[in-house]
């Protein structure tokens, strides 16, 4: 038994849990943080954090080549892969302790164990120790999806977690999903040289993204030597002593081999451990907590956040939703739950893509104005040799942004300025008069808003 009766008890210390913890303690709130693994959750230790790492020394490992056309000679078959493999844990675990400072510094203990049970006002981990308290937050996150046939060993059939242990290169890889994860590991390993071949149910790559960007993506991955499959499932899969056959769906039953392959068909959200049993929490189908305005769950005490809920599994989401709940616990007025159609998501290959809202209609729609500027009309993108993707943004008749959508450099980045304008119900007509830094790629944003109306200027 712990004798401290919390306020709060959160479960779970990932970019929910951790920043639901540190705002708690500034609103006075005396809580504690249970955490069965390392502090900093999915997105520190096997998520954002690392991928994003390894991203980075894959742009630099590519652009060897532009080295060489200034006359500077590179060896890429020196690549140590393990070396770049270490960087990326290293970024990781800096990061895990710089969390584990906050919470000791915001006076939030942090319990090391696995919750088990959940009542009103309880929680009894692993080892028998029941923490009590007011409130409790569940933000136990998710873990790789597994399909039945396809079970991941983390040597030769791996999940994103099994990737980014790797410290060997294979010479060929299958990935299986296209999603934000499929694609930035088929960028990653591409451009360490790795044969990459992505498999997508779907009839397009990266299906959650505008078609456009979907086809510029791939586009432009295609051109890097990435083949990609679209329309076509995997129907089953054969372990051999040297490689990894898939056999797909299509009439040829088609044979794909490689030395590994990559399950990155979703996630699935961490309740199946936990006993919530004694509660009202509901949960859905597919193992998602229904939660109200607030993240309050049927069990008036008990709110879940993060990527244990049916919103976007997105870090900066279930950051957000963590703040409004400990916030409404703390008794502070806030808004309500997220609007979806202002979360942005970005996907980090070369170029990026990155988006908010509304889609550009698959039907005609008068209501609706789709206007765009592709990144080849933009002086800094030329300049730099990063001229693929556009921006296009979706409004209505009055020039309020429903949607936008960028595939190009940076796009994760130039994404919030778009995000703001719709956000304040700042208008196209304001965007395309005010002034853009030249040469930028946001002038591209300047000149997309100025196509919904007189039309752009370097078009
Ligand atoms: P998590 O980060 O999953 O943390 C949950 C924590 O709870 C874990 O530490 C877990 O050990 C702990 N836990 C679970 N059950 C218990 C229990 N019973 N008792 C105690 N502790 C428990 N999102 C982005 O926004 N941008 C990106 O670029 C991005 N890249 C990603 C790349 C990869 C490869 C992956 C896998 C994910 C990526 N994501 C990205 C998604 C992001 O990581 C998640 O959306 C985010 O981590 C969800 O945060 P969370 O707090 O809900 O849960």
């Known amino acids: 038994m712990n004798n401290t009766t919390y306020d709060l008890i959160i479960i779970g210390s990932g970019p929910g849990g951790y920043v ?14 249970i955490e069965k693994d390392k502090a900093g959750g999915v997105c520190l230790n096997v998520g954002c954090i690392p991928t994003k790492a390894l991203v980075e020394r894959a742009e630099i490992f590519n652009s060897l080549s532009e080295l060489k056309s200034m006359g500077i000679r590179t060896d890429k078959s020196e690549l140590n892969y393990a070396k770049v493999q270490k960087k990326a844990q ?26 088990r049970k959940i009542e009103p ?21 998710s873990s790789p999806r597994a399909i039945p046939g396809f ?55 990266l299906p959650l993204e505008d078609r456009e960007i979907s086809e510029a993506i791939e586009a432009s991955l295609s051109k890097q030597g990435i ?18 056959d898939i056999v797909l769906s299509d009439e040829e ?36 907590i229904e939660t109200g305005d607030y993240y309050e769950t049927g069990e008036k005490n008990i709110f879940a ?34 609007d979806d159609t202002e979360v942005p998501s970005a996907v980090y290959c070369e170029p990026q893509a990155a988006s908010f809202g509304m889609k550009e209609p698959e039907e005609e729609n008068a209501e609706i104005t789709v206007s765009r500027f592709p990144f080849t009309g933009n002086g800094k993108a030329k300049a730099t040799g990063h001229s693929e993707g556009l921006v296009k943004i979706v409004s209505d008749k009055e020039g309020h942004i429903l949607g936008a959508h960028i595939a190009g450099r940076n796009a994760s980045e130039m994404i919030h300025e778009l995000l703001l304008a719709k956000k304040e ?20 944003i300047m000149e997309a808003s100025k196509e919904a109306y007189d039309g752009a200027i370097h078009l």
């Open 151 to 205: 079970e991941t060993d983390e040597d030769r059939v791996l999940s994103s977690t099994g990737m980014l242990a790797m410290t060997e290169l294979p010479r060929t890889l299958t990935i299986l999903g296209s999603g934000a994860i499929g694609i930035e590991f088929a960028y990653i390993m591409n451009s360490f040289g790795v044969k990459v071949t992505v498999v997508e149910l779907l009839p397009r790559i």
């Open 121 to 141: 006002s309880k929680v009894t981990l692993d080892d028998g120790t029941v923490i009590t308290g007011t409130y409790i937050l569940l933000a136990t996150g």
């Open 253 to 288: 039953k088609t044979v794909l081999s490689a030395d590994k392959v990559l399950v990155a068909i979703g996630r699935k959200p961490n309740t199946d451990r936990i006993d919530l049993s004694l509660t009202d929490i509901s949960i859905n189908s597919r193992g998602f």
């Open 425 to 444: 119900g700042i208008t196209l007509d304001r965007l395309a008069e005010m002034i853009h830094v030249h040469p930028s790629l946001s002038e591209s």
């Open 305 to 338: 956040i993060g990527d244990i809920l049916p919103s976007a599994q997105l870090a900066h989401v279930a950051s957000m939703e963590a703040e409004i709940a400990v916030a409404h616990i703390a008794g502070k007025v806030t808004v309500e739950r997220i």
């Open 90 to 115: 290293t970024a990781s675990t800096r990061l895990s302790k710089g969390i584990s400072f906050l919470l000791e510094k915001n006076k939030v203990d942090y319990i090391q164990g696995e919750a």
């Open 227 to 244: 083949k990609f499959i679209k329309g076509t499932g995997a129907e089953r899969m054969e372990k051999k002593d040297d490689a990894v």
């Open 20 to 33: 639901g913890a540190i705002r708690a303690s500034q609103l006075g709130l005396k809580s504690c943080i």
